[in-house]
């Protein structure tokens, strides 16, 4: 059931982006193009700092380090850049505590304001395009999009950038996408900071549990707020039907 659940949603959100792509014009698709190409670049190109680099850092810096790696964390993972670096480089320079307080403050910021970035350049689809499938998804996630955020954090194939993105286009809200967002990077976090080791690049069997019990747990949030979403929709749908059939009194 949670199988057909998803892959129905799938189905449903990929019509719903072909129909929306074809009433773009061309100069917007080809902006769009140009800007992921340009994110996809920065990502691939621009070297990211190992975690003893971090350290040398740290050493340089003095007691204002942890202010200056909370600011690098924030400003790179903006862009399309694996934040695990910086996670375990947390563990590895303030300890467990520390460490995932600063990786998932600086990680939640940096997802509000990739947020914002999205929507301040207009990116937002509810403005560019007019699609049934698109309008009924947008309000849902408008009334409750903070299930399908907190879902889609727990999942670590899902990468956190494309999280950011997705959400800025849609019309789910500014706070509860940044509670969604901070509780829902914990766990994950929690575990890459207690579990991985920085220095030698040994991952603890242990994490890949946690991984999967998470992402297990995102897949079925995703999941039941799907279901729940269709029901809805064909209760409307219902309610509709019958107020048209409905005969009229004289």
């Known amino acids: 059931m949670i199988t057909s659940t998803v892959r129905d949603a799938l189905r449903g959100l990929r019509f719903a982006t072909v129909a929306s792509a074809r009433q773009l014009s061309r ?10 190409v340009i994110l996809v670049a920065v990502a691939v190109f621009v070297p990211m700092p190992t975690a003893l680099q971090l350290r040398d850092w740290a050493t340089s810096v003095g007691p204002w380090f942890p202010l200056a790696f909370l600011a690098a964390h924030l400003v790179v993972t903006v862009f399309p850049f694996p934040r695990t670096a910086f996670t375990l480089a947390a563990g590895l320079l303030f300890g467990p505590a520390l460490g995932v307080g600063l990786a998932v ?13 999205v929507r301040a350049v207009g990116w937002r689809l509810d403005r560019l395009v007019s699609h049934p499938a698109i309008d009924t998804v947008d309000a849902r996630l408008s009334r409750r999009g903070w299930p399908v955020v907190f879902s889609l954090r727990l999942i670590p194939a899902v990468p956190f950038s494309v999280i950011n993105y997705a959400a800025g286009a849609s019309a789910v809200r500014t706070v509860p996408y940044t509670l969604a967002t901070f509780v829902g990077l914990m766990p994950g976090t929690l575990a890459v900071v207690v579990l991985g080791d920085a220095l030698t690049g040994h991952i603890s069997p242990l994490l890949f549990v946690v991984s999967l019990c998470t992402g297990s747990i995102g897949i079925v949030g995703l999941a039941l707020e799907f279901r729940a979403h269709r029901r809805e929709q064909h209760r409307r749908e219902q309610v509709a039907r019958e107020a048209r059939a409905e005969p009229v009194s004289v």
């Open 27 to 36: 100069p917007r698709i080809f902006a769009t193009l140009v800007a992921i």
């Open 105 to 117: 403050l600086a990680s939640t910021a940096s997802a509000l304001i990739a947020l914002w970035l």
